[in-house]
């Protein structure tokens, strides 16, 4: 059973998000990037169904510029077998259009399942996985919380507003992971090595029959407005003055 | 504290800065090192030099005793006030004054929280490298009156590595302005020297200049299992010869054990092992990784390493820098011994072995916690209180235990206290690491700053009434 992963490479979790002078994006030279932490927990979860003898094969698909490909080797690292980079460029793409490149690598690959992030930390869209279980007409099971997968069938627990449901879903489909499912591991420096000797296929949106029409526009970034600072009350009777009258929540 | 003098304080500070309430003094009286009980008359918190100034003036004039602080976080009880001293606490002066970029520098006010000092260096593209678990709470003034180390010593040296500059405010109560910011400055005594690390006994330090530094890029951490103690500088050589590390850490597997117990953290990997190194570069280049996986496999194939993981972001490496951040934390609810010692780095595996034996050896009952900033010749010990044993009877154990540690250090001409300071803890052992003739000179110079010795009395040396 074959397994592809889609991953994004983003903004570090823990880097502070700075927006650039002209308000047109996010500054993101210098800044550290990673693996988005759903895309993470998606390829955990991928090696973990390898590692317990559920699936044969990891595929490992990103889209970007040639940076991506470090993204892809950690995740080779963490246990993927192989990985194809989208050579996309810079171009800022919509989740429409990752949805439809992804098909076409899902086509070529004929993957039983296709694990992606529920969301990217950077752009929080949470609609590609949608979009690809669509176009690829594949039954789909967003925020998973729990993934089994035994008998051609696969079972997936999702997280809902307020409490869990679970599914019955048959192969193949397509799974978004949320936080809870895993714990990802960190990469062991010999499976770093090893990674750099995995096999890494160049796709390129052409080669693969999409274009790149992007019907998404970013217009403006804006950080949030600052906290003011807070301030020192002598006693318990100016404490609860100042949230009377100040702060105005008494 | 009479009420004449307590009456001029207020005069002099006003209703902010004098307080005698239980809670404030039971705060302000003491830092980290728990063993003392606190007992100031006051707390004392100026805001400007001048109030500083006045401050030492009134003592002087009035006999009473001062004791400087900062955030009291250090561990050898530099901070404690428990005779019935003022505490002049800096925490209100806490402005960072100018910045000047040619210069990568900055000048701040003594009470500017470390982790401030770091975020302002980050806002202007720059780097603030002294950094240490208690970041979040220790102020500038006391990184410099103990020196302070850290985590990122092997790369980037103590906190006397970035002052460029104090203001100061002696015993005397004189104002000096010292090194003004200079990188070069060859005028004879460089007296900023002296007060950096002193523990505030020469000197209140009420401005500093410090210097900031190029961001690093990418930091990348490595957690290694570890098979034994020598195994550890073998290690450190390996990875020096191609690396410039910026930390090399290491923390035993009960170390790890506790951490992971109560923080809930992932252990690195699922191989035992009974010690972990901690290695930190700047991951900048495919070259750069390429060294660092090199000197890994050797480490490998020469049997110096178990297993190891490689951060993969800046998440995972944090979350890698929190097992052994976190431990010093962990462990204080068992109301550890602890103790600061430093050797030559080529000699630490054999003072490891030798004070690991004396512990195990004489109190296989206690259970040995060990970890530090080993790239330094640094190493953390605490002992952790048996459940069972009261309090008294285990620090008495541990003035045994403290007596064989330090009769080895100075065998291996090792110091007592390597970044904690002096204090009061380990004052009467100071004879361990420095000579007679060298605390002389010493006592010489703290008399000739503050000749009534109105500034921390007691700390670092003793009070001998005959010197007065």
């Given at each position: 059973?074959?397994?592809?992963?889609?991953?994004?490479?983003?903004?570090?979790?823990?880097?502070?998000?700075?927006?650039?002078?002209?308000?047109?994006?996010?500054?993101l030279?210098?800044?550290?990037?990673?693996?988005?932490?759903?895309?993470?927990?998606?390829v955990?979860?991928?090696?973990?169904?390898?590692?317990?003898?559920?699936?044969?094969?990891?595929?490992?698909?990103?889209?970007?510029?040639?940076?991506?490909?470090?993204?892809?080797?950690?995740?080779?690292?963490?246990?993927?077998d192989?990985?194809?980079?989208?050579?996309?460029?810079?171009?800022?793409?919509?989740?429409?259009?990752?949805?439809?490149?992804?098909?076409?690598?899902?086509?070529?690959?004929?993957?039983?399942?296709?694990?992606?992030?529920?969301?990217?930390?950077?752009?929080?869209?949470?609609?590609?996985?949608?979009?690809?279980?669509?176009?690829?007409?594949?039954?789909?099971?967003?925020?998973?919380s729990?993934?089994?997968?035994?008998?051609?069938?696969?079972?997936?627990?999702?997280?809902?507003d307020?409490?869990?449901?679970?599914?019955q879903?048959?192969?193949?489909?397509?799974?978004?992971?949320?936080?809870?499912?895993?714990?990802?591991?960190?990469?062991?420096?010999?499976?770093i090595?090893?990674?750099?000797?995995?096999?890494?296929?160049?796709?390129?949106?052409?080669?693969?029959?999409?274009?790149?029409?992007?019907?998404?526009?970013?217009?403006?970034?804006?950080?949030?407005?600052?906290?003011?600072?807070?301030?020192?009350?002598?006693?318990?009777?100016?404490?609860?003055?100042?949230?009377?009258?100040?702060?105005?929540?008494? | 504290?009479?009420?004449?003098?307590?009456?001029?304080?207020?005069?002099?500070?006003?209703?902010?800065?004098?307080?005698?309430?239980?809670?404030?003094?039971?705060?302000?009286?003491?830092?980290?090192?728990?063993?003392?009980?606190?007992?100031?008359?006051?707390?004392?918190?100026?805001?400007?030099?001048?109030?500083?100034?006045?401050i030492?003036?009134?003592?002087?004039?009035?006999?009473?005793?001062?004791?400087?602080?900062?955030?009291?976080?250090?561990?050898?009880?530099?901070?404690?006030?428990?005779?019935?001293?003022?505490v002049?606490?800096?925490?209100?002066m806490?402005?960072?004054?100018?910045?000047?970029a040619?210069?990568?520098?900055?000048?701040?006010?003594?009470?500017?929280?470390?982790?401030?000092?770091?975020q302002?260096?980050?806002?202007?593209?720059?780097f603030?490298?002294?950094?240490?678990?208690?970041?979040?709470?220790?102020?500038?003034?006391?990184?410099?009156?103990?020196?302070?180390?850290?985590?990122?010593?092997?790369?980037?040296?103590?906190?006397?590595?970035?002052?460029?500059?104090?203001?100061?405010?002696?015993?005397?109560?004189?104002?000096?302005?010292?090194?003004?910011?200079?990188?070069?400055?060859a005028?004879?005594?460089?007296?900023?020297?002296?007060?950096?690390?002193?523990?505030?006994?020469?000197?209140?330090?009420?401005?500093?200049?410090?210097?900031?530094?190029?961001?690093?890029?990418?930091?990348?951490?490595?957690?290694?299992?570890?098979?034994?103690?020598?195994?550890?500088?073998?290690?450190?050589?390996?990875?020096?010869?191609?690396?410039?590390l910026?930390?090399?850490?290491?923390?035993?597997?009960?170390?790890?054990?506790?951490?992971?117990?109560?923080?809930?953290?992932?252990?690195?990997?699922?191989?035992?092992?009974?010690?972990?190194?901690?290695?930190?570069?700047?991951?900048?280049?495919?070259?750069?990784?390429?060294?660092?996986?090199?000197?890994?496999?050797?480490?490998?194939?020469?049997?110096?390493?178990?297993?190891?993981?490689?951060?993969?972001?800046?998440?995972?490496?944090?979350?890698?820098?929190?097992?052994?951040?976190?431990?010093?934390?962990?462990?204080?609810v068992?109301?550890?011994?602890?103790?600061?010692?430093?050797?030559?780095?080529?000699?630490?595996?054999?003072?490891?072995?030798?004070?690991?034996?004396?512990?195990?050896?004489?109190?296989?009952?206690?259970?040995?916690?060990?970890?530090?900033?080993?790239?330094?010749?640094?190493?953390?010990?605490?002992?952790?209180?048996?459940?069972?044993?009261?309090?008294?009877?285990?620090?008495?154990?541990?003035?045994?235990?403290?007596?064989?540690?330090?009769?080895l250090?100075?065998?291996?001409?090792?110091?007592?206290?390597?970044?904690?300071?002096?204090?009061?803890?380990?004052?009467?052992?100071?004879?361990?690491?420095?000579?007679?003739?060298?605390?002389?000179?010493?006592?010489?110079?703290?008399?000739?700053?503050?000749?009534?010795?109105?500034?921390?009395?007691?700390?670092?040396?003793?009070?001998?009434?005959?010197?007065?």
């Amino acid at each position: 059973m074959k397994i592809l992963v889609a991953i994004k490479r983003v903004l570090d979790y823990s880097v502070k998000v700075r927006v650039k002078t002209d308000h047109s994006d996010v500054d993101l030279a210098n800044a550290k990037m990673s693996m988005n932490p759903f895309c993470e927990i998606a390829v955990e979860e991928a090696v973990r169904l390898k590692e317990a003898g559920v699936a044969s094969e990891i595929i490992v698909v990103s889209i970007g510029s040639k940076a991506v490909q470090e993204t892809i080797r950690s995740a080779m690292a963490m246990g993927a077998d192989r990985g194809i980079w989208i050579d996309s460029g810079e171009a800022a793409l919509s989740p429409l259009t990752i949805a439809q490149l992804l098909a076409k690598v899902v086509q070529a690959e004929q993957p039983s399942v296709v694990l992606l992030g529920k969301q990217a930390i950077d752009s929080d869209d949470n609609q590609t996985g949608q979009m690809l279980a669509a176009l690829c007409d594949y039954p789909q099971a967003t925020f998973a919380s729990k993934v089994t997968i035994a008998d051609s069938k696969a079972t997936v627990v999702r997280e809902v507003d307020g409490g869990l449901q679970t599914l019955q879903l048959a192969l193949p489909l397509v799974v978004t992971t949320d936080l809870r499912l895993n714990e990802p591991r960190y990469v062991k420096l010999p499976d770093i090595m090893k990674a750099k000797k995995k096999p890494l296929d160049t796709q390129t949106p052409e080669s693969l029959g999409v274009s790149l029409n992007n019907s998404v526009k970013m217009i403006k970034v804006e950080p949030p407005s600052e906290r003011k600072a807070g301030i020192m009350v002598p006693d318990v009777d100016a404490l609860i003055n100042s949230l009377k009258n100040q702060a105005k929540v008494l | 504290m009479n009420p004449e003098i307590l009456g001029r304080l207020h005069n002099l500070l006003g209703d902010q800065g004098l307080r005698t309430d239980p809670l404030s003094c039971q705060t302000y009286g003491r830092d980290w090192t728990k063993t003392y009980e606190p007992a100031p008359s006051a707390i004392a918190l100026p805001t400007s030099t001048a109030q500083v100034q006045a401050i030492i003036q009134l003592a002087n004039q009035n006999g009473f005793k001062l004791v400087p602080s900062g955030g009291r976080t250090g561990l050898s009880g530099g901070a404690v006030a428990a005779q019935g001293e003022l505490v002049v606490s800096l925490a209100r002066m806490n402005k960072i004054l100018a910045f000047h970029a040619q210069d990568r520098s900055l000048v701040c006010e003594a009470g500017v929280i470390t982790a401030q000092l770091q975020q302002f260096a980050e806002t202007k593209g720059l780097f603030y490298p002294v950094d240490f678990a208690s970041a979040g709470s220790s102020q500038i003034g006391g990184n410099i009156a103990t020196n302070a180390g850290g985590i990122k010593v092997i790369r980037y040296g103590l906190t006397r590595q970035q002052v460029l500059g104090l203001e100061i405010v002696t015993g005397k109560g004189e104002l000096l302005k010292l090194n003004h910011g200079l990188v070069k400055n060859a005028t004879g005594y460089d007296l900023r020297h002296l007060f950096i690390g002193s523990e505030g006994t020469l000197g209140i330090i009420t401005q500093a200049t410090l210097q900031l530094l190029r961001a690093p890029e990418n930091l990348t951490v490595l957690v290694l299992g570890v098979p034994e103690f020598a195994a550890l500088m073998q290690i450190l050589q390996r990875f020096q010869a191609n690396l410039d590390l910026t930390a090399f850490e290491f923390f035993s597997d009960r170390a790890l054990h506790y951490v992971v117990q109560d923080k809930g953290l992932a252990k690195p990997f699922v191989t035992p092992a009974p010690y972990y190194a901690l290695l930190e570069f700047e991951n900048d280049s495919a070259q750069r990784e390429q060294a660092a996986l090199q000197a890994f496999q050797d480490c490998i194939e020469q049997g110096f390493v178990l297993d190891g993981v490689m951060s993969q972001s800046q998440t995972q490496a944090k979350n890698l820098w929190r097992l052994r951040e976190m431990i010093s934390e962990t462990i204080a609810v068992y109301t550890p011994y602890k103790n600061d010692l430093s050797v030559r780095v080529s000699l630490v595996a054999e003072f490891l072995k030798a004070v690991d034996q004396i512990v195990t050896e004489r109190y296989a009952a206690f259970e040995v916690i060990w970890y530090g900033h080993i790239g330094d010749g640094n190493l953390h010990l605490n002992i952790l209180k048996p459940a069972t044993m009261d309090k008294a009877e285990f620090f008495e154990h541990c003035a045994a235990v403290n007596e064989q540690v330090f009769v080895l250090t100075q065998s291996l001409q090792g110091s007592i206290s390597a970044e904690h300071g002096v204090g009061l803890l380990k004052r009467d052992y100071l004879a361990y690491s420095r000579s007679a003739e060298e605390i002389a000179y010493m006592r010489a110079l703290k008399t000739l700053f503050d000749p009534h010795w109105v500034l921390n009395p007691n700390k670092l040396l003793s009070i001998d009434t005959s010197s007065l």
